[in-house]
T-cell receptor, first 117, second 116 residues
Framework: AQKITQTQPGMFVQEKEAVTLDCTYD???????LFWYKQPSSGEMIFLIY??????QNATEGRYSLNFQKARKSANLVISASQLGDSAMYFC??????????????FGAGTRLAVHP | EAQVTQNPRYLITVTGKKLTVTCSQN?????MSWYRQDPGLGLRQIYY???????DKGDVPEGYKVSRKEKRNFPLILESPSPNQTSLYFC???????????????FGSGTRLTVV
């Protein structure tokens, strides 16, 4: 069974508008972390934002925020005021088993975001 | 500058010719890992290492080998590459583990491998 599901293969957004990229996850581990990475056309993986399973508040980093709904097991990325440079592939990832000394990142299939002027 | 360095960035090789992709990190990280990225599948873990001389299989280890003789280096070895190993490869390192801590990964720039 897929542990990270990104249901949107591609998304379009107008410049300066907000966009939400969906991510749902599946784990029975009480301790886990959720990450979003950006991959521009150049290929590198850029860390955007992190949410720990015990964090009470949604994570924010500049124009990025993570809409964490623990009961629904969703961790959607919200990008406010989209810019042309936001056009990229976005990956949601989960790290589980940290309490047991295991540090594996599990990735979703990704969502390709295109920002139009 | 803290970084993970992968080499080469691009590689075209022929089926069966052994190759090594090098990975080095300068952050004294204990945890290192190799991933391959394929369209529609995201990144999948090949092998990982929790410390020197400690390595284990990830989700797609077939056709790959690794070694961790020094903390900073974690090379990926393809003994007999095949066309289905054509992919984008990433090395990544992490400080370690900690319950609910942001021990995220630092990724290398990637190696685009083509096996013909």
């Amino acid at each position: 069974a897929q542990k990270i599901t990104q249901t949107q293969p591609g998304m379009f957004v107008q410049e300066k508008e907000a966009v939400t990229l969906d991510c749902t996850y599946d784990t029975s581990d009480p301790s886990y972390g959720l990450f979003w990475y950006k991959q521009p056309s150049s290929g590198e993986m850029i860390f955007l934002i992190y949410q720990g399973s015990y964090d009470q508040q949604n994570a924010t980093e500049g124009r990025y925020s993570l809409n964490f709904q623990k009961a629904r097991k969703s961790a959607n990325l919200v990008i406010s005021a989209s810019q042309l440079g936001d056009s990229a592939m976005y990956f949601c990832a989960m790290r589980e088993g940290a309490a047991g000394g295991y540090n594996k990142l599990i990735f979703g299939a990704g969502t390709r975001l295109a920002v139009h002027p | 500058e803290a970084q993970v360095t992968q080499n080469p960035r691009y590689l075209i090789t022929v089926t069966g010719k052994k190759l090594t992709v090098t990975c080095s990190q300068n952050m004294n990280h204990e945890y290192m890992s190799w991933y391959r990225q394929d369209p529609g599948l995201g990144l999948r873990q090949i092998y990982y290492s929790m410390n020197v001389e400690v390595t284990d299989k990830g989700d797609v280890p077939e056709g790959y080998k690794v070694s961790r003789k020094e903390k900073r280096n974690f090379p990926l070895i393809l003994e007999s590459p095949s066309p289905n190993q054509t992919s984008l490869y990433f090395c990544a390192s992490s400080l370690g583990t900690g319950e609910n801590e942001n021990y995220g990964y630092t990724f290398g720039s990637g190696t685009r491998l083509t096996v013909v």
